[in-house]
């Protein structure tokens, strides 16, 4: 509500005084403003008892009584008034309790989506007045432990409406909360929201970052298609090397130093179609969220970051469906109630750039080669069941593959396929309102294979990893200022680096297999997050975490010179171990109500990396794990921040300043042969690495108008003794300049139009800067390792939403997505190659290779 004037009255009761106000809302601060400077009243208050921030809810009426308006301030802030003369004295609500040592008692419960029964994730539960809170966890849980009386308890989540209930907390209760939807707002009626969270200057996190899937689905993305990766690409501190990929690179790590989990279980190749495509379908996505630094205590086994998604549970309301046809694929999710306790979700995709090729070939005319195969599939499915109150069942599953497969000439075909596999099961345990448990089983599994048919031989090459888990969390929320979290987990690793099978024409067969390689990962951790003062909160862990490597086992010494000089055969059983501990702490100081201070420092340890020996990542990539000459690789990392939120929370800006020191990190000899080698280690080189920068971030939350503008300046270097002279050398993803432009603008309820615009620096590489003749032959002088840079890179992306009305039911909406990839048609260069001229061979020439110019293309999504 907004105070248009204060109407002076002739009444004698200053009390009795009325005030004329308009249909806007209005915080108390601004309210009790407008009081001031349009009347000759005062207004007396503590400031630790008034939160200024808070929105006022006033019926609308010609004029209110300064009482009723007073009233109302009181009702949202938890406080009583008094009025003396021409002074309003706001005082403390006395407290029904006046015992020295009052009874405490503990309100939990879930909140939840009305409109589907999704757990709402990160949803705020404020009591009015004060500054006590929690936020819910994963599974939409929270629980708050107070001194007996009565309270108002606010419940709050970014783009749904706010809920205040009053509870009289005299004995443990439980209180769930279903919210609904920001969607409409009736002339007739004044509907208030809940203030924009401020969860980005009260709590401890930096180097966090969550997209909804919502805003997800309306930016530009290549070939129409909605992919989260790209869109975490888009935040400052994460880079991409390769046009159009999907693998991303954090705070100067590798890409395989970011662990990717959907619904606890690893990913470990998020992509399709070599790179373009992630591997999550957007139907099947609840929530997301991308820790770069101050990694909670829970999380380990990699150096870089986290991505954390989250599968829907399904809705447990009804039965719906939700999919889209577009220019590469069409995908279907399907989701509703299977018992009045339990729901299931399932959605499915299949790109279709072969059948397109087929149907073109046929009407040219052409012949149809049926063998002829470039695609890839995925299937996300997910189930749970409510016991009871205290027990909840879920199980998951994702499957997906990638096939191709052509002719190439020379009566030869190959075929390469590829995926994904995770299985999941889930409980989670209220053993009491302050105490709660998950335990948690996955099955991961990557495979790849490449085959060449000829018709004289054969050549088949296969590979997988596998791993199983088990792991046990708790959440033991002992008061207010204190939530505990602890757990175990354990992982059995087994690394097949590649079975191979060769056929002959005459029905000769060879079989060689290299060494599979199991190994154990265990972890124990404990965490506490603390609020110490108004101003003051931390969030302190440890985790302990160990690796064996168990037999059988063969395992080569290597000499000075990184060549085999011995084998030891290790029988089973452990036969080499590592233990790292591995502090995290972060630590707010909350300036005031708008902005804070952060610092974080967090130590990672990897046992399990990835040999790629060039500029992009391939699915053909070999993990292997850490072994008696391979140490486990260590991360220290140092940030501090500054957050500042304006104009109540619609704007968040940050700058974020770390700098990453690590141990043992690995790189590749020059021409290191890595495929079929049974010295792996014999390629590696081992030293030093450290990564710095600063990142910037504005970000809009609300309004017609969305977005952020997100800006990274770093370093990426490595130091390795046998590698440019043993001097620091860029990293591969080195890329000092950052920068992305994102925009949503919903010009009605129906029509929005989406943008992005990114720069950054050009890829690090290693050129030919010079040549020499030995022999007669010319010879090529490289720069030193990563010396020099593709061009800069930029490009512009464009997209119109068009969405339906809802008919009759509010059950069945449709939209047309109109996206333009390249807007501007610029051709990056994905590689350089350097040529001789033919007619003379002593001139060189670079020749620039881009994938992709302007790519338009059109989507066709249906909600019912």
């Not at 009390?15 to 249909?23: A, E, F, N, W, Y």
């Not at 690409?233 to 390769?242: A, S």
Request: charged share 20%.
């Amino acid at each position: 509500m907004s105070l248009s004037h204060i109407a002076l009255s002739q009444a004698d009761d200053i009390g009795q005084l009325t005030v004329s106000i308009d249909r806007s809302r209005q915080t108390v601060g601004t309210v009790l403003h407008e009081l001031i400077a349009n009347t000759d009243m005062n207004v007396a208050y503590e400031e630790s008892t008034l939160d200024m921030q808070r929105t006022v809810k006033l019926s609308y009426t010609e004029k209110l009584d300064i009482t009723e308006v007073m009233d109302a301030i009181a009702d949202a802030t938890g406080t009583d008034y008094q009025i003396v003369g021409k002074q309003i004295l706001i005082l403390k609500k006395e407290k029904t309790s006046r015992t020295v040592n009052p009874t405490k008692y503990t309100l939990s419960g879930q909140v939840s989506d009305a409109q589907t029964g999704e757990d709402l994730i990160g949803a705020t539960i404020r009591i009015v007045g004060q500054t006590l809170g929690v936020v819910t966890n994963v599974y939409g849980f929270y629980s708050l432990t107070l001194p007996e009386g009565t309270y108002q308890v606010s419940c709050s989540f970014v783009g749904f409406q706010e809920q205040v209930v009053t509870i009289d907390l005299s004995s443990n209760q439980t209180q769930k909360f279903e919210l609904s939807e920001n969607e409409e707002v009736l002339e007739e009626v004044v509907v208030l929201a809940s203030r924009e969270e401020d969860i980005n200057i009260t709590s401890t996190e930096m180097g966090a970052d969550e997209v909804s899937i919502d805003v997800a689905k309306k930016l530009p993305a290549l070939f129409g298609e909605v992919d989260i990766i790209k869109t975490i690409q888009l935040l400052p501190g994460v880079k991409v090397v390769g046009e159009g990929g999907s693998g991303f690179y954090v705070r100067g790590g590798n890409v395989d130093q970011n662990l990717v989990l959907l619904d606890e279980a690893p990913i470990y190749n998020a992509s399709h179609l070599l790179g373009f495509f992630s591997a999550f379908n957007p139907e099947a996505v609840k929530d997301m969220k991308l820790y770069k630094g101050a990694i909670p205590a829970q999380y380990g086994g990699r150096l870089s970051s986290v991505l954390d998604i989250r599968m829907k549970d399904g809705n447990s309301k009804r039965w719906t469906a939700a999919g889209g046809i577009g220019t590469m694929m069409t995908r279907l999710g399907v989701e509703g109630p299977i018992t009045p306790k339990g729901s299931i979700m399932v959605a499915g995709r299949r790109s279709y750039l072969d059948t397109f090729a087929k149907v073109s070939n046929w009407v040219q005319g052409k012949e149809i080669n049926s063998s002829q195969q470039f695609y890839f599939y995925d299937l996300n499915a997910k189930a749970n069941y409510r016991i009871n109150d205290n027990n909840r069942l879920f199980a998951s599953g994702y499957f997906g593959r990638d096939v191709i497969a052509t002719d190439i000439g020379s009566d030869m075909n190959i075929n390469v396929d590829w995926g994904n596999s995770t299985a999941m099961m889930r409980w989670n345990h209220l053993f009491s309102p302050r105490l709660f448990s998950n335990l948690t089983y996955y099955y991961s599994n990557y495979d790849y294979a490449l085959k060449f048919d000829q018709e004289v031989s054969e050549f088949l090459w296969d590979s997988d990893l596998q791993e199983h888990s088990v792991k046990l969390d708790f959440g033991a929320y002992l008061n207010p200022n204190n939530t505990l979290k602890f757990g175990i987990q354990t992982i059995q690793h087994a690394i097949a680096p590649g079975n191979i099978e060769t056929y002959e024409a005459d029905g000769t067969k060879d079989t060689h297999n290299l060494q599979k390689n199991k190994s154990y990962e265990s972890a124990a951790y404990i965490s506490n997050e603390q609020v110490v003062s108004k101003k003051i909160k931390l969030d302190y862990g440890l985790r302990l975490s160990n690796f064996q490597n168990v037999g059988p086992q063969e395992v080569y010494t290597l000499d000075e010179n990184y060549e085999i000089s011995d084998t030891v055969q290790h029988n089973k059983g452990a036969y080499n171990s590592y233990w790292n501990l591995e502090p995290r702490i972060a630590a707010r100081y909350q300036i005031n109500s708008s902005s804070s201070f952060k610092a974080s420092y967090n130590r990672t340890s990897q046992y399990i990396q990835l040999a790629s020996n060039g500029n992009f990542s391939s699915p053909f990539d070999i993990w292997f794990s850490s072994t008696e000459q391979i140490k486990p690789q260590l991360a220290d990392q140092f940030s501090i921040g500054y957050f500042k939120n304006f104009k109540q929370n619609t704007y968040e800006a940050s700058i974020e300043v770390y700098y990453k020191d690590l141990q043992n990190s690995i790189d590749f000899k020059d021409h290191a042969e890595l495929l079929f080698n049974e010295n792996l280690e014999g390629e590696l080189r081992v030293g030093d690495a450290r990564a710095y920068g600063v990142e910037f971030l504005l970000r809009k939350n609300v309004g017609k108008l969305t977005g952020w503008i997100g800006y990274t300046l770093s370093k990426a270097e490595k130091k390795i003794p046998t590698i440019n002279e043993g001097n620091w050398y860029n990293a591969k993803f080195d890329k000092p300049h950052d920068l992305s432009i994102v925009g949503v603008y919903d010009i009605t309820p129906y029509i929005s139009i989406g943008g992005s615009f990114v720069y950054s620096t050009g890829g690090a590489v290693t050129f030919p800067t010079g040549r020499y003749y030995y022999g007669g032959a010319a010879v090529p002088v490289y720069s030193e390792r990563n010396g020099e840079r593709l061009p800069d890179y930029h490009r512009l992306d464009a997209s119109v939403t068009l969405k339906s009305k809802k008919n009759d039911n509010r059950r069945f909406q449709s939209e047309w997505v109109f996206s333009v990839y390249n807007l501007y048609n610029r051709k990056n260069a994905f590689t350089i190659s350097f040529k001789q001229e033919a007619d003379n061979p002593t001139v060189t020439y670079a020749e620039k290779s881009a994938i992709f110019g302007i790519i338009p293309s059109l989507t066709y999504n249906v909600r019912f």
